[in-house]
């Protein structure tokens, strides 16, 4: 008995040494995610608490003195800045739906497509043109479909009274790089859906109609919501194209808060683009709050 008490932990020694290499092993994990997060706190951190402190500041232009107040938040909900709020999300959401129901079936036929070169082709292609955006994409539709376009001059666009400076000429140019994008995301989803699923409902007497309706789509749906949402965050973030093709003749909130920073409208403005840009935080806040959970719900079944 004594023997087997004595014994009894050195053989508890060897189990616990084990569980405290593993710890060893973590540790530099976490040091190496150290300068991220350093990182992180700087470049994003900080720029938000600025934005915060001066989205609820007031500057007295007399004495120069500060103080908290709700007046910037209020007045970024009022008059030209909340016509720019409605503009900026009427603009994503309609870009970002006809993006959508067009992405779909150009990402299926990309699926289904028996040549590797040309599936590799357009997602390479996609991948390019979903980041290209800015003054060169402005500069391209204005050399093609502007007033004095090579497309407008040829077609006779200019009589028949097309626009390229007005929103659904802006919509055109956001659907150049918003397609592919959605091609890029939708496609590891339709590469999820199972060949056994199409033959069980071919089996079953069921369309390609039918089988797309009660099957596929449903099976989909979180990723084409998931899409629809990354779509509209990234329209509604967009500055350069449009400040480069239309200037004021849009209203958008991004304009509007150049157009506050610059001064271009009144003086002592920039705690009110402050305020709008916090507007605009909150809004990617919710589509990120709405395309995580969608994009977990899809990889339950497309996994």
């Known amino acids: 008995m004594t023997t087997a008490l004595t014994e009894a932990p050195a053989d508890v020694a060897p189990a616990a040494a084990p569980r405290q290499r593993r710890r ?8 190496a995610v150290a300068p991220l997060l350093v990182f992180v706190a700087i470049a994003f951190g900080i720029p938000a608490l600025a934005m915060l402190n001066g989205a609820f500041t007031v500057k007295d232009q007399a004495t120069a003195a500060s103080s908290y107040t709700m007046d910037n938040l209020t007045g970024s909900f009022q008059g030209a800045y909340l016509t720019a709020l409605i503009g900026s999300v009427k603009l994503s959401a309609v870009s970002a739906g006809i993006a959508t129901v067009l992405g779909l079936p150009l990402a299926q036929a990309v699926v289904t497509s028996r040549f590797r070169a040309l599936r590799e082709a357009v997602l ?5 043109l979903a980041n290209f955006g800015g003054v060169p994409l402005a500069f391209a539709f204005v050399a093609t479909l502007g007033n004095s376009g090579v497309l407008t001059r040829h077609l006779g666009l200019a009589d028949k009274g097309w626009s390229l400076y007005s929103f659904w000429g802006l919509v055109i ?3 150049y790089f918003l397609i592919p994008l959605m091609v890029l995301t939708i496609t590891p989803a339709l590469d999820g859906l199972r060949s056994q699923w199409r033959e069980a409902a071919q089996n079953n007497g069921a369309t390609s109609v039918q089988y797309w309706r009660h099957v596929a789509l449903p099976v989909l749906a979180p990723s084409l919501l998931g ?6 965050g990234s329209a509604f973030a967009a500055y350069a194209t449009a400040a480069a093709m239309v200037g004021s003749a849009v209203p958008l909130v991004t304009l509007q808060i150049a157009d506050a920073i610059s001064g271009n409208v009144l003086v002592g403005q920039e705690n009110v683009a402050l305020a709008l840009s916090l507007d605009m935080v909150l809004i990617a806040g919710l589509v990120m709050a709405v395309y995580l959970p969608l ?3 899809s990889a339950r079944w497309l996994a």
């Not at 060893?24 to 040091?31: C, D, K, Q, S, V």
């Not at 899409?227 to 509209?232: E, H, I, K, N, P």
């Open 173 to 175: 140019v956001y659907l």
């Open 295 to 297: 994009q977990r719900r």
């Open 227 to 232: 899409g629809l949402v990354l779509l509209f």
């Open 24 to 31: 060893r092993r973590r540790a530099p994990g976490w040091l």
């Open 124 to 128: 390479t292609a996609s991948g390019v």
